[in-house]
Every structure is written in C-alpha cells, then in structure tokens.
T-cell receptor, first 112, second 109 residues
Framework: NAGVTQTPKFQVLKTGQSMTLQCAQD?????MYWYRQDPGMGLRLIYY???????DKGEVPNGYNVSRLNKREFSLRLESAAPSQTSVYFC???????????FGQGTRLTVV | QKEVEQNSGPLSVPEGAIASLNCTYS??????FFWYRQYSGKSPELIMS????GDKEDGRFTAQLNKASQYVSLLIRDSQPSDSATYLC?????????FGSGTKLNVKP
C-alpha cells in the first residue's frame, strides 16, 4: 500500500518550459488536492478535485491546470513555467469521514 | 478566502516543558480542525483532529477548540527534541483543507 505517490521528486525547468506533475493514490479516496509550499507561507491550495471528472480552483490557481484522469490520478500542469512557480508541490488525498488527509512526498521544482 | 493564522515563531522551549501552539481562523462556519507536524524536507503528518469545543487528548498532545473565539491550540507536554518541527494548523471547509503558515518549534535539550 503506497498511499500517495508523486513524480518526479525533483525538477529544474527553464522559464517558459512546460511540465506535468503526476500524483496517484491507491486508497480509493474521492478527494484529491494540489498544494504549493513556499518558505514562511504554509501550504496554499492550487486546485482541488472532489471526484473523477471534477476540479475546482483553490487559493492560487493562476498559471496551473489540472486533470483528474480517473479516481486514482490527479495531475498538475505548468504550461509556461515562471520563476515565481519555484516551490515545493504536495499532492494529497482524502475521503469524507476520514480524520486525515494523506500527503505525497512532495516535488521540489526550481524554475530558472 | 479562508484565513488561518499562526505565529511563525520560532517557539523555543526546554526539554520537558509544555509547548503551546496557537491558531485562529476566519470562517465562523468551519467545523473540522487539524494539527499537522512537518519535519524539514518532509511531508506533513497528522497529529490531531478536533471537531467539538473543548479538549481532546492523545498521549502527550492536547488539542483545544473554542469555536466562539475561532481559536484552536495544541499543547505538547514533556516536550522532546524530536518534537522540533513546524506545526501546521488546518481547517476543512466544504472538503477543502486550508492551512496556516506554520509555527516552528525548537525543543532544546
């Protein structure tokens, strides 16, 4: 039982490049989330998905797109990376009635 | 915009002392509250969840909730150096989790 798996763990991009961060969970959770964490800023919600085929903007969605491919997978895409998107990205999953949201190990992204 | 406020610290306490971490939230309708611990370079991990006014104890940890004051706290008794981490307060509103910026705790041997 792997929980929440994110790939890649580290990535360096040049300004303007695109990439997709992958997230998969094997806990049969309905809800999935993408957060970014910057120094001193805590976790900020980028996008949220309540179920397969549905997505909703969070606090900081600009510059990102998401896709809930199926119940297991929730991907985050940067179409044209900017230095301001340098951050640690966390994926999480949860099901209603659970006391805990489970987090992936994070992706450290640097945009130069 | 949901707001969850925490003192960024660092909060320094000697080993064996009680550490007190505080959090306030803006949405009076919030119902679910969580404390996560995050070691440097690691993912957040859940310590406590609390849903009702009052205290909830789990080992050395006690969460306190006061919905009238929109205030959540976490007490860590007999603090250990291994408790040194950043503690994140989180609120669940309509299935979305909103986090504070975290309080860094240092427990000195």
């Amino acid at each position: 039982n792997a929980g929440v798996t994110q790939t890649p763990k580290f990535q360096v991009l040049k300004t303007g490049q695109s990439m997709t961060l992958q997230c998969a969970q094997d806990m049969n959770h309905n809800s999935m989330y993408w957060y970014r964490q910057d120094p001193g800023m805590g976790l900020r919600l980028i996008y949220y998905s309540a179920s397969e085929g549905t997505t909703d903007k969070g606090e900081v969605p600009n510059g990102y797109n998401v896709s809930r491919l199926n119940k297991r997978e929730f991907s985050l895409r940067l179409e044209s990376a900017a230095p301001s998107q340098t951050s640690v990205y966390f994926c999480a999953s949860w099901f209603r009635g659970s006391t805990e949201a489970f987090f992936g190990q994070g992706t450290r992204l640097t945009v130069v | 915009q949901k707001e969850v406020e925490q003192n960024s610290g660092p909060l320094s306490v000697p080993e064996g002392a009680i550490a007190s971490l505080n959090c306030t939230y803006s949405d009076r309708g919030s119902q679910s509250f969580f404390w996560y611990r995050q070691y440097s370079g690691k993912s957040p991990e859940l310590i406590m969840s609390i849903y009702s006014n009052g205290d909830k104890e789990d080992g050395r940890f006690t969460a306190q909730l006061n919905k009238a004051s929109q205030y959540v706290s976490l007490l860590i008794r007999d603090s250990q150096p291994s408790d040194s981490a950043t503690y994140l307060c989180a609120v669940n509103d309509f299935n979305k989790f909103y986090f504070g910026s975290g309080t860094k705790l240092n427990v000195k041997p």
